[in-house]
T-cell receptor, first 109, second 114 residues
């Protein structure tokens, strides 16, 4: 079993839709969690950190469920510009950083 | 401007010819790391460094070397490149791995080994 798993997608949704994806992790001692966005083989860019209490940044909401060991990303009112690959990142220890394989999202007009 | 700079951006070379990919950051970050990204496999950590003269293996270190003689630089060395090292490479840095700070990435290096 992979330490961090994501549904590869692709998720293909119409503009304006709400879309959500999850990322599961296997190490219950994992401490820090992030969502990154990556456009077509460019460098990953930080989208948002994920906190235990959940956090929101505009149309984006991230949640952490420690009991079930997953994090989620919700995108509301999706835009064409949201089309990208979304990577979850888990710090399973002080130095071990693990990236999920990514979920591809495609927003259609 | 705060950034992580990798060079070269693109390189085509032949099996066995030693090469170095440089990485430099201007943010005074302690933690630096190298990743390779292959289709379907996501980003896999090659080596990381918690600080100057402190380096350790990631998940896929075979065939690679690194050094951290200065805080800002973290070069990736392929002593004898082979075709299975053809990949997209990213260097990243963060304020401190232990603190769980997010990583900042360079633009990437596309490496083709023939």
């Amino acid at each position: 079993r992979k330490e961090v798993e994501q549904d590869p997608g692709p998720f293909n949704v119409p503009e304006g839709a709400t879309v959500a994806f999850n990322c599961t992790y296997s190490n219950s001692a994992s401490q820090s969690f992030f969502w990154y966005r990556q456009d077509c083989r460019k460098e990953p860019k930080l989208l948002m950190s994920v906190y235990s209490s959940g956090n929101e940044d505009g149309r984006f909401t991230a949640q952490l469920n420690r009991a079930s060991q997953y994090i989620s990303l919700l995108i509301r009112d999706s835009k064409l510009s949201d089309s990208a690959t979304y990577l979850c990142v888990v710090y399973s220890s002080a130095s071990k950083i693990i990236f999920g394989s990514g979920t591809r999202l495609s927003i259609r007009p | 401007e705060a950034q992580v700079t990798q060079n070269p951006r693109y390189l085509i070379t032949v099996t066995g010819k030693k090469l170095t990919v440089t990485c430099s950051q201007n943010m005074n970050h302690e933690y630096m790391s190298w990743y390779r990204q292959d289709p379907g496999l996501g980003l896999r950590q090659i080596y990381y460094s918690m600080n100057v003269e402190v380096t350790d293996k990631g998940d896929v270190p075979e065939g690679y070397k690194v050094s951290r003689k200065e805080k800002r630089n973290f070069p990736l060395i392929l002593e004898s490149p082979s075709p299975n090292q053809t990949s997209l490479y990213f260097c990243a840095s963060s304020l401190g791995g232990a603190a769980g700070q997010p990583q900042h990435f360079g633009d990437g290096t596309r490496l083709s080994i023939l």
